[in-house]
């Protein structure tokens, strides 16, 4: 099955032909998906780890999808320009500041923040930008600070929080300054303020008398789904393929084998390579990593890994970016200092 749309020629009128992109990974994904859904719910007797670990899997991340759908299509509403304002120029370093901000505290799971990550590139914000949004973000909304507090203690969760934001920002900045000398294309959709630009003006003119539309919610659940799709093909495909690796591999067996050692970390990066985990379902997983394998560091590898190297970021990286430089550029320079970091809180 390939990964890429195929594209088809599709009759539209007597001037011609179109062509339709028959997206087949997320065409097969949904359908492996649907038919355990049908499993689960009209066989109740058939008992299929496979289906089973698919609706458990999707019903933990539906919430974060449809909110990372919902603010998607919210953002197709919104002009370039306010994008801009809310995360400050593509080329300060005040941006870098301001989109790890927004990372840290917007309150989605990580495959809704990267529906938005995606969403804000398209808009015009800098490659650095959306870099230091999406590693800051993944696991620090403020449900899972709050459920985090209570599995590993507070002194941990800050020290998880406050570093991940450490690398979001160096990783922003060096990304900008790799764009600056232009050793990495810039965004094409990038622009600059005019200085007497005004957010809150420009911002109601877009929503003025649109809430109370019908036309407007159905604009909403359009866009969303379509400038979603991009994403949402390959969290489909990660269910799928995390489910097929829960069939041989056992979280218990897993966590065996990821002990505070430079091993265990490697076993750690892979797993978290591999296995397409929400961030409701890695922040528990990660907490047994600090209380029954005695591994902090390792925990903080696991939850930081994610977005680092986690196939449906970077496959999602690759087709808003069209570049493989600008993508591999993400695992390059985070993984070094996740290592470090997760090595020096195992000691």
Not at 103 to 123: F, Q, T
Not at 226 to 233: A, H, I, N, P, S
Request: glycine fraction near 8%; hydrophobic fraction near 50%; include cysteine.
């Amino acid at each position: 099955m390939s990964c890429c749309p195929q594209e088809v020629k599709v009759e539209t009128s007597c001037h011609g032909t179109s062509t339709k992109k028959r997206d087949w990974l997320l065409i097969g994904s949904s359908l492996i998906i649907g038919l355990s859904y049908f499993q689960h719910f009209f066989l109740p007797g058939i008992q299929l780890h496979f289906s089973h670990s698919i609706v458990e899997l999707m019903n933990t991340m539906a919430p974060g999808i449809l909110l990372g759908l919902v603010f998607v299509g919210l953002l197709s509403f919104i002009p370039r320009e306010v994008v801009i304002s809310a995360v400050g120029s593509p080329t300060s370093i005040k941006g870098i500041f301001k989109a790890t901000a927004a990372g840290l505290l917007l309150d989605l799971c990580s495959h809704g923040i990267l529906m938005v990550g995606m969403k804000l590139y398209e808009r015009g914000a800098s490659l650095a930008q959306v870099m230091a949004f999406l590693i800051a973000s993944p696991w620090n909304s403020i449900s899972l600070t709050f459920i985090l507090f209570t599995l590993v203690g507070a002194k941990l969760t800050i020290s998880f929080i406050v570093l991940s934001g450490i690398i979001a920002i160096i990783t922003g900045l060096i990304v900008r300054v790799l764009l600056l000398k232009k050793l990495i294309p810039n965004n094409i959709n990038q622009t600059e303020l005019p200085s007497d630009y005004q957010v809150w003006p420009n911002l109601k003119a877009s929503f003025k008398g649109k809430f109370f539309t019908v036309l407007f919610y159905k604009e909403l659940a359009v866009n969303g789904f379509r400038d979603g799709q991009m994403v949402l093909r390959w969290i489909f495909f990660g269910a799928v393929l995390t489910s097929a690796v829960r069939l041989v591999a056992s979280p218990e067996i897993l966590q065996e084998y990821v002990g505070p050692t430079m091993g265990g970390m490697g076993i750690t990066l892979f797993v978290a390579t591999v296995l397409e985990v929400c961030s409701e379902g890695s922040t528990p997983l990660a907490a047994d990593l600090v209380t029954r394998a005695k591994a902090p560091g390792n925990a903080f590898a696991f939850l930081m890994t994610g977005v680092s190297t986690d196939y449906t970021e970077i496959m999602s990286l690759k087709d808003t970016t069209k570049s493989w430089l600008c993508t591999l550029i993400l695992p390059a320079l985070t993984i070094p200092q996740i290592v470090l970091i997760s090595y020096l809180l195992n000691q």
